[in-house]
């Protein structure tokens, strides 16, 4: 249990309450706050609520609490509340600010809400929306708690009369049963983390799965590959083993076929060579003969040439003596015979021609004669020459010579494609070795096949967190509809605290002559709240229609016994009545004060009146009053 001392309250420019007042709120005993209506006693327990909470009793918008403006003098530096509270044994400064032109601690006050721990400024430090919790959290009481516990008035009268499922928001807060309905949040948010996780999870798991497929077809793609690969090497080196195989049998045949022709060759060497002498002898003959055969062609041609040169002779000396009987004995220009002697010379010219021709005629025919005798005994020569020579034995070894051509051609031919088929060969085995050597497609299955398997394990875990989670949001589910629901803990929670609020309502209402008492229904689902109210015959009735003074009595005796509940957890120091006799009589104010006496043993209690006929032994007066609109007091 927290003990809270309300130590002051400092008020500036709030309502009517216009110039810099401090008012001491620890006093002990029963203090009576006098005035008429307007003066301010309630605007200062006003400006206390709103201080700590930010709200107003009267509900009004915050730009009407700061004094009117034609209130205000010219010294108006607008509107700070600040209250001085110690909890145990830290001290505590709440300053809240409208406008406010002056400074706080050197500060300026604008329109801040200020938190002060041990002259500490710790609003500076918490964020603007956490600085009201801060606050609830010191005091242990949030503004409706404060409301139904601290600061009691007539709108108890609305207390009671209000709807279940008002008295469970104002019990939640009395009660601090808050935290059940924290703890439903904080299930509710635990049960979306649950569902957001449980849909992040099934998405990651429908991914996964996704990928697996994905990857397993891969996976199957690359090992059709590899297959294709390795039957495509295979069918290749196959079909280069098999060329191989045929390529040497190849080789076989030719180096054999070689060497039965190289065998050949030799033979035929050797036979060229024994037929070599008898066959140089036939060649020599040969040659004599191509000798004889030039020879007589040459005296051939030489009879022809000579024949030739008599004819032609014959034909220039026939000419010759046609010209001498043609000579003409006179001048073709005049006709006139010429002389004897030139015409004698004329004749005698081609006579020595025509003579001269002769003895070319003469001398070539004896030429002829001679040539035709040594063309004769040039062909017997010849036959001759012709009848010693042997053609079988030069046409044996020219057959020889051809065939040992045609061999060596074939050898050649032969050698060719051994080199060939050798080379051929050496093709093949080295396609072979490079078809075996070649490296399959650079395909990771490794890693495909981990990563299938890592993902199988994380869908497994996620199908073991599913589970998990699916059991988590089932249990949350229970809890948020029915566990934290108003039929669940806190019903428990209220109905057991219901029980001290009760015992605490008999020892004030058994003074008054009524008793009120607070239960919930848990038979049924809803767990409603009742209140019953008993008249001194102990007879029920409903509020309504008990007298004024009767609910009074009802109002007061329910307010100290929620104030004595609200004390188990943080004992505050004062309590407020606030205009809480309309309807008593005499015997009832008494009644009243005798209870406020008992209640105000170790604390501090402000009654709220406007009436100076209300007055009682051992009470303290506090007078406020207004001087030019400005509350005083006294």
Known sequence: MKNITFNNIRVEGFGSFITDR??????DGIHILRGFNGAGKTTLFNALFWGLYGENLKGVVQSKLPTLKKYRTK????TRVAISITVDDKKYLIVRHISFTGTTSKMEGGSKLMIFESGQLLSDELHKSDMQSYINEILGLDSKAFLSSILFGQRMKRFI???PAEKRTIFESIFEADFVEL??????GYMTDLESEYTSNKIK???NTNRIETLISQESKYKELLKSFEDSRKERIEGKQNSLKSEKSNLRKLEKELEEFLDSQKDLQESIEKKKLEVNNQTELQEKIRIKERELDTISNNINSTIKEIKTARNRMDGYELEITTVKETCPSCTQPLPKEKIETVKKSIQSKIDSEREVIVEQEKNEKTLSKNLDLCKKEIEKLKSKLDTKVLQEFKNCENELSDINSDIKVINANVENSKKTIKNLESDIESIENENPPKLDLKSIEKEIKDLKSANKEFENRQEFLLQEKEDTDWWIKKGFGSGGLKSFIFNAMLNLLNKSIVKYASRLGFLVQFSIDMEKASKPFLTKCFNADKVELDYEEFSGGEKARIDIATAFAIHDVVSTN????????DEI???????GIEDAFDLMRLKAEGKTLYVITHSKNIDSLNCKH??????NNNTLID
């Open 22 to 27: 401090t008012f001491q709120l620890q006093r």
């Open 75 to 78: 010294e108006w530096r607008g």
């Open 161 to 163: 009369e209000a709807s």
């Open 183 to 188: 703890a439903k949040e904080n299930a509710k």
């Open 205 to 207: 798991s429908d991914n």
């Open 570 to 577: 943080s004992n505050i120091n004062i309590l407020i009545m």
């Open 581 to 587: 006799f309309e309807g008593l009589d005499e015997s």
């Open 622 to 627: 506090i007078d406020l009053i207004k001087e």
